[in-house]
């Protein structure tokens, strides 16, 4: 199973901006697409943002897009969503997945992922 560990996260002011990344270990990255959800307390998970990184391809939710950027370097393995202009209701625990890349971004935040990372708190308060 491929192992994701994730940095980033904290306390970010309303307007502010954040970058949250996951690293993949022992394999190459091109063989999976990332996705990232995100949980907040008393709501339902949420799938906002995927990139395959076989051909580079993205998704993103209406509610973040214009506000969120994901993006990955492949030669560090590592994939980012950059968290532009939050607000309060981004306020959640993050979580990068990764699935194999046919599958790629055609995935929900219900379904059953490859790997998970450890999990982020980004807390969007003044």
């Known amino acids: 199973q491929p192992q994701l560990v994730q940095s980033g996260g904290g306390l970010v002011q309303p307007g502010g901006s954040l970058r949250l990344s996951c690293v993949l270990s022992g394999r190459s990255l091109k063989l999976y697409a990332i996705a990232w959800l995100r949980q907040a307390p008393g709501k339902e998970r949420e799938w906002i943002s995927c990139i395959n990184n076989r051909d580079g391809s993205t998704k993103i939710v209406d509610s973040v897009k214009g506000r969120f950027t994901i993006s990955s370097d492949v030669a560090k393995n590592s994939v980012y969503l950059q968290m532009d202009s939050p607000t309060s209701e981004d306020t959640a625990l993050y979580l990068c997945?990764?699935?194999?890349?046919?599958?790629?971004?055609?995935?929900?935040?219900?379904?059953?992922?490859?790997?998970w990372g450890q999990g982020t708190q980004v807390t969007v308060s003044s």
């Open positions: 997945t990764a699935v194999d890349h046919l599958t790629g971004c055609n995935t929900h935040a219900d379904d059953v992922f490859d790997g």
